[in-house]
């Protein structure tokens, strides 16, 4: 599996686990304006497709990726970025670390 630039989004069994938060029922697949584009990506990266999304790639090496259920969260225009802020710190309160899949908090952060 590529992605539209050629690079192989899959990482190693050794990432996702050290990513992976243990008793947590949600990850991550960031904010967006345009969830139905958002959500398309993923599914076609998930399907083998090349595609420009690059954050899915934590995603669909989980096993059993088709009983995910998807839930999002209406914010009104132009506070997406303070609530994804507010509710990943809420996370980590919680977890101790960030959702998996979140994949630049995490970076940032080691």
Aim: net charge positive; glycine share 12%; charged share 30%.
């Amino acid at each position: 599996m590529t992605n539209q630039k050629g690079k192989n989004p899959n990482v190693s069994i050794e990432e996702l686990e050290e990513n992976w938060v243990d008793g947590a029922q949600e990850i991550y697949i960031g904010g967006t304006g345009e969830l139905r584009k958002r959500l398309g990506a993923l599914i076609k990266l998930g399907d083998g497709q090349d595609v420009g999304h690059w954050g899915g790639r934590y995603i669909w090496q989980i096993a059993d990726q088709e009983k995910f259920v998807i839930s999002w969260k209406y914010v009104k225009k132009g506070t997406h970025t303070d609530v994804k802020k507010e509710l990943i710190q809420e996370f980590k309160q919680i977890h101790g670390m960030p959702p998996f899949a979140c994949v630049v908090k995490k970076k940032k952060e080691k």
